[in-house]
């Protein structure tokens, strides 16, 4: 079955204390991307990749960091997690086609940091 | 910066009655324009893609539709199960970035 994958789906954690939402995609994606979802601000985009050691930064960038040193993965990391970064985030991956190509998403992971 | 907006925010709807969402961008050269369903606790799900205007797209009770500045999802003759926040998403020609509006959130009443 073709999916996204997040681990973990949910992480209860303290300030300053890094941690790795990993994400994994079955479907040969060259296109993968995070996103952070807040009430009332929809979906913003933090990382995007087009291909294996290619990121680039989305419009929230600040606070994380992402790698891509194999296609199906692209886990996003967040070195010393402070408050304003609890919220519910997205992992998703398309073809590249024409950077056109509809986004397949995971169930997402919630954060909380206390 | 491209910019998508979202109205209503809340929509409720009774089972039958047809509506409308609105979606207004700004954004550089399209480079396609997303709708999507996200139902409470999951992923956005893809609904249609449009890519210039005049484009129309259906799938069961929707249809996306695409002007110049705007693009519009119609529901028509709505069920229970239509009850979901409805995103859209824009992507400039320019870069590879996504950018979504806040959503509708569409309640049907039986």
Redesign the interface.
Known sequence: EAQ?TQNPRYLITVTGKKLTVTCSQNMNHE?M?W?RQDP??????IY?S?NVEVT?K??VPEGYKVSRKEKRNFPLILESPSPNQTSLY?C?SSSLG???????????TRLSIL | EDQVTQSPEALRLQEGESSSLNCSYTVSGLRGLFWYRQDPGKGPEFLFTLYSAGEEKEKERLKATLTKKESFLHITAPKPEDSATYLCAVQASTDYKLSFGAGTTVTVRA
């Not at chain 1, 009332?40 to 985009?45: A, E, F, K, P, V």
């Not at chain 1, 024409?98 to 997402?108: A, E, I, Y």
């Open positions: 996204v296109y991307s996103y009332g601000l929809g979906l913003r985009q995007y087009m680039d989305g419009d997205f998703a024409g950077g056109n190509q509809p986004q397949h998403f995971g169930d997402g």
